[in-house]
């Protein structure tokens, strides 16, 4: 089992906004990364620390965190937003990396 | 380009070994700490292994601790990891990723591999 949680699932409505959370202990002491994955492709860093978007990422993904979840914000979702997207952080011991079991976007 | 590609997967039997390489590429090597991380078929990622900049400090995910060793070789731009003791849980796509600065264990890996893969059958 993951020490990071995420919902399965979720969907949005192609223009609006979509909020993908990621519950874990650890979060309340490490920052969160996400990444995107499309089918047969490797994973995509979009957004990490506290404020950081690598360069190419537009700018309608945002991160955010609050207590023990964090949330990955698609403002304005686009058919290419349609993914799979992961967290993850520091483990609560420290001396470990976890992911979350990865949420399935679909833009509707 | 900065570039990271995989190679040394294959199909092996339980309880046989592989080495799988990473080959860094565009950017010092040396300067960054790297990641080795695993999907199984059909399954989300898990972390595997991670190495700092000049191989001081070394972690391993518990699924392989003891039978996964990971090294790098930055005069000649590679990251390695050696799997023993192979299960059929361990058949999954292998990706080495680059954490975008020397810390270790952030989770932050912003370039990665195609991936490489492995099968554990017999």
């Known amino acids: 089992s993951s020490e990071l949680t995420q919902d399965p699932a979720v969907s949005v409505a192609l223009g609006q906004t979509v909020r993908i959370t990621c519950q874990g202990d650890?979060?309340?002491?490490?920052?969160v990364s996400w990444y995107q994955q499309k089918p047969g492709q490797a994973p995509l860093l979009v957004f990490y620390?506290?404020?950081n978007r690598p360069s190419g990422i537009p700018d309608r993904l945002s991160g955010s965190s609050s207590g023990n979840t964090a949330s990955l914000t698609i403002t304005g979702a686009q058919a290419e937003d349609e993914a799979d997207y992961y967290c993850?952080?520091?483990?609560?011991?420290?001396?470990?990396?976890?992911f979350g079991g990865g949420t399935k976007l679909t833009v509707l | 380009d900065v570039q990271l590609v995989e190679s040394g997967g294959g199909l092996v039997k339980p309880g046989g070994s592989l080495r799988l390489s990473c080959a860094a590429s565009?950017?010092?090597?040396?300067?960054?700490?790297m990641n080795w991380v695993r999907q199984a078929p059909g399954k989300g990622l898990e972390w595997v292994s991670s190495?700092?900049?000049?191989?001081?400090?070394?972690y391993y995910a518990d699924s392989v601790k003891g039978r996964f060793t990971i090294s790098r070789d930055n005069a000649d731009n590679s990251l390695y990891l050696q799997m023993n003791s192979l299960r059929v849980e361990d058949t999954a796509i292998y990706y080495c990723?680059?954490?975008?600065?020397?810390?270790?264990?952030?989770?932050?890996?912003?370039?990665w591999g195609k991936g490489t893969t492995v099968t554990v059958s017999s």
């Open positions: 990723a680059r954490a975008p600065s020397p810390r270790i264990l952030t989770g932050e890996m912003d370039v």
């Open positions: 565009g950017f010092t090597f040396s300067s960054y700490s």
């Open positions: 190495i700092t900049s000049h191989s001081n400090y070394i």
């Open positions: 650890s979060l309340r002491s490490f920052y």
């Open positions: 620390g506290k404020n």
């Open positions: 993850n952080s520091r483990d609560s011991s420290g001396s470990h990396v976890v």
